[in-house]
Structures are given as C-alpha cells and as structure tokens.
C-alpha cells in the first residue's frame, strides 16, 4: 500500500550517501526536484555503507541527513538499510520516476519495470572521494592524565585512520610532569610545550582539576576532548565554551554512547514515531570500581558519571527539562548513588546512577504506540527490541559496537577538526547538552536534592550466605 504520498503529484525518489555534502550533491537534488513535485531522498545508512565496501564514508548517518535536510529540497527522506530496499520503496511511495546521477547510467534499467528511471548529468570536478582525500590531514593527539581511560583512548585511536597519540603526560595540581609508564610517548612540561608537539589533547585527570586543565589546553591553542563534564557551574562550562569559541577550537565532552551507530540509529527510528509519541525513559548506569576515595566529594558519581546517565533523556526528550528531581545517597562526602527525576512537556524520565552501588543497566523507552528494550549495557547499544501490544511481534535491531566504542567518539572528533563546518553544524546541540548536564550536576552540588541518610558501610554491610 502507498504510504502517504497520494495526491503529492508526480513522486521522484533519489539515492545517495551524501557524505561531505557539496555542490555536486545540492546540484543533483535540485535537478531531481525539478523532475516532479515531491521528491524522496534516501540517504544511505552507516551499516549498508560497509556492507556494499563503502567504508571510508566521514560523517555519520544523522549529519548526512541534517545536510540533505538543510537544502530544504527533500519533501521526505529515508534510509536505505539493504540491497533490495529500492523496489519496495518505489513501490510503497508510489514513485514515478526514479532519478540517479550519470556516474550510475545503466546501472538501475532493472527498475523501469517500476517507473521511470532518469540519469541526471553530474557536476564535474567534486565528489566526496575528492574532499575525503583533501581532508585526511594527520590529527595529532595527546593524552593527559595517565590510567586505565587513557589506554583505552591510545587502543581504541589506533583504529581511527589519520589519528596519531604522540603525547602522554601526568596532571596534578602543580601542572604537567612526565609518567615513566608511557615513556614510549613524548612527554611536555607546560602546555605551550604540548602545544608544540599535538593539535589535540583527550583530558583525563582528577575531576577536581579537570576545568582548569582544560582552561589551561584551550589557551594553549589545544582541541580538547574531555573525560567528563567540562565544569561543575554552568558559568564556567559556559565561559569555557566561549573560550573555545573565540580560539576557534573543538571542545566535546567523550560522551562515547552518543556516538554509536546504534545510540544514532536509535534517535532516528524515535524521531521518525516507531513507538508513537516517548512519555518516559528509565535507564541506569552503574561501576563499582575496584577502589573509592569516600573523602573526595569529586569522586562523586554525579561529577564522574551523570553526563552518561542523563545522556538519552537529554537528547531522546531534549535538553530542556522543565523541572528536575534529584535523590541522592552518600557515604562519608561522596555521592555513591543518585536518581534523577526529569520532567519535560510531555513526558517524563527516571535515571539512576551507581558508583559503589551496582544495578541493572539497562534502558527502557515507552511511547504511545509501544515501547524500546534496550538490555544491558545500554550504552553500548549494539542490540534493542521494538515491542508491542502484541507480545509476538518483536523487532530486533542490532548494530554493531566495535571495540570499545570510543573510537566512533575519536573520528567525529577528527572530523570536527579537519572540517570546522561540520563542527559548526553540531555545536550548538553539543553545548546545549553539556549546559542541560552541568545544571542539574549542579543543582547537587548546592544540595537542591533530596538526600538518603549516610550509609554506614560500603556496598552495604550485607553477610553472605
Ligand atoms: N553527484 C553528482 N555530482 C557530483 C557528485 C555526486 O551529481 N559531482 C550525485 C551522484 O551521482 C548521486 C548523488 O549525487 O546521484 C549522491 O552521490 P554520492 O555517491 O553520495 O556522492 P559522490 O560525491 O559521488 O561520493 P563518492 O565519491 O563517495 O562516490
């Protein structure tokens, strides 16, 4: 059965992966528009990319859409996930005519046993190939801040071309000092050093010394990525973000989660209805780390952890809660367990995080027409389920995670810094997000929450039978 579209006129459907939008591809819509009156954009998805060998393609599948969208030619766009999706497209939309650019003549005949199918000409001297190529300059990398996120960050960089850690240094509050584990690395005395040797520096300190370092790495000239929230007072995250601003540098958060195919594919499939209109989220995130200094308020999980937390209702529900409700259970000065309460227009959201406290992690979305199973880890979201009124017809998405997952998080960050238009397209959000976070961090920290009497001893003193 069509799907919407009757009474639209005559119905053009193209294909791309429009990666590195340009010219060219603005160029072969608007020639494609005017072949009718409603035209249907398909824009390829990351996973069907790598499946027909594409695997150099640089941005992600939702910014490959924000470009598509932003010509303002699409009357509809779609993704194409498999190989036979065209048919059943042209099909579904009752197309007319399916349109290509003339690199591809000859190659879809096979579809005018379903409409018309038209060659455009295509805009000589750019293709995505071409810009690819012109932008793989070589991000130089630092790491300050030793430990185990700091290996995994050297790890997972090896596996994002055009990334090279050069860099490793130790922070305390007296500044940079070498760390004779990384010795393999160069080290730097002053950020004017480490400025001289890396573009870029991943940020993994005490929390404690976090935005000074990062003040610090910014002044220097340093794109910055950050293990964690970038301040603990929406001032300062604010006065740092302008700060980058004005030095025209990167400065993200390692929000990896937001990264991943599948924490993307997933908002798409939501902003497209696939559950009717989301009225909650409920998710946890939760470590029990080997040690904890309880002394440290710092260490606290909300300074550690809430950005993560927070994440899908802040950016499945937005990042303008209307009112927020924090519970939160200490031992000695550190926060070990906390539980927001985030009310937005018309919905709602219950998150809970544990640093010392161990709970299930997994995510669970509810809208109108049924509702997401995202099991644990969420946050590395390789696999959810669709479900419904009918218990047996369950859809099953999975997309891959590879390694670690940081690596998704290290080559948008490379692409941001190899492409300030793109950086440009995405900051905006970005800030929003890390401003929505930092707030309710710290509504806490001025004790706007409500408060569990002290735990007495750690992981609570139970005797195991
Ligand atoms: N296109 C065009 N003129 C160009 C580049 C692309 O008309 N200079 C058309 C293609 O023919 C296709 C659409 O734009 O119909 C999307 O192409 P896509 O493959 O995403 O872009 P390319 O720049 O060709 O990318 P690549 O180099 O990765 O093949």
């Known amino acids: 059965m069509a799907d919407g579209n009757q009474g639209k006129g005559k119905v053009v459907i193209t294909y791309g992966t429009f990666d590195l939008f340009h010219y ?7 020639r494609a528009k005017e072949l009718g009156d409603y035209l249907i954009v398909g824009v390829t998805s990351d996973a069907f990319d790598r499946s027909r060998g594409k695997l150099n393609v640089k941005q992600s599948l939702i910014e490959r859409i924000k470009s ?5 030619l699409a009357d509809k766009i779609i993704v194409e996930e498999f190989k036979g999706q065209k048919i059943d497209d042209i099909r579904k939309y009752n197309v007319d005519i399916f349109a290509l650019g003339s690199d591809w003549v ?18 000589q001297g750019v293709s995505s190939t071409e810009l690819r190529r012109m932008t793989a300059k070589t991000l130089r990398l630092g790491c300050i801040g030793t430990g185990i996120f700091t290996d995994r960050m050297i790890r997972e960089a090896s ?32 950020f004017e050093e480490l400025a001289d040797i890396v573009d870029a520096v991943y940020v993994n300190t005490k929390p404690a010394l976090r935005p000074g370092v990062l003040e610090k790495a910014l002044e220097a000239g340093l794109h910055v990525i950050s293990e964690g929230p970038i301040a603990f007072t929406v001032e300062d995250v604010k006065r740092l973000q302008k700060l980058a601003a004005d030095k025209g540098l990167v400065l993200i958060e390692a929000l990896t989660a937001m990264y991943l195919p599948g924490f993307q594919r997933l908002k798409l499939l939501l902003e497209s209805g696939i559950v009717g209109e989301i009225k909650d989220i409920d998710a946890s995130y939760s470590i029990v780390p080997d040690s ?18 927070l994440l899908p209702a802040l950016v499945y529900l937005g990042a303008k809660p209307k009112d927020v ?9 550190m926060c070990t367990w906390s539980k927001y309460n985030l009310l937005f227009e018309t919905a709602s959201a219950t998150l809970k995080t544990g640093r010392g406290v161990k709970t299930e992690g997994d995510m669970t979305i509810t809208g109108t027409d049924g509702y997401i199973y995202v099991p644990a880890p969420w946050w590395r979201l390789e696999y959810f389920e669709i479900r419904n009124e009918d218990l047996r017809d369950v859809k099953k998405h999975y997309y891959e995670c590879a390694g670690e997952g940081q690596r998704y998080l290290i080559k948008e960050f490379y692409l941001y810094w190899s492409d300030p238009a793109i950086y440009d397209m995405a900051k905006g959000t970005l800030e929003e997000l890390e401003v929505a976070t930092v707030g309710i961090i710290e509504r806490i920290g001025s004790d706007q929450c409500i408060t569990l009497a002290n735990h007495s001893s750690r992981f609570g003193g139970g005797e195991n039978v």
């Not at 190659?107 to 409409?115: A, G, P, Q, R, S």
């Not at 199918?117 to 295509?122: D, E, I, M, S």
């Not at 519970?327 to 000065?333: L, N, P, R």
């Open 106 to 123: 000859g190659k879809f005949d096979y579809l005018e046993e379903y409409c018309d199918v038209v060659y455009l000409p295509r805009t």
């Open 292 to 309: 904890l200094d309880f002394r440290d308020r710092y260490s606290s999980n909300f300074y550690n952890m809430s950005s993560r937390t």
């Open 68 to 72: 598509v969208e932003n010509t303002g």
């Open 159 to 190: 596996y994002v071309s055009n990334v090279r850690v050069l860099s490793v240094v130790a922070a305390d509050a007296d500044g940079l000092k070498a760390d004779s584990t990384y010795d393999q690395y160069k080290s730097a005395e002053s």
């Open 24 to 30: 060219g591809h603005e160029a072969l819509l608007r």
């Open 325 to 333: 409700q924090v519970i939160c259970g200490y031992e000695q000065d």
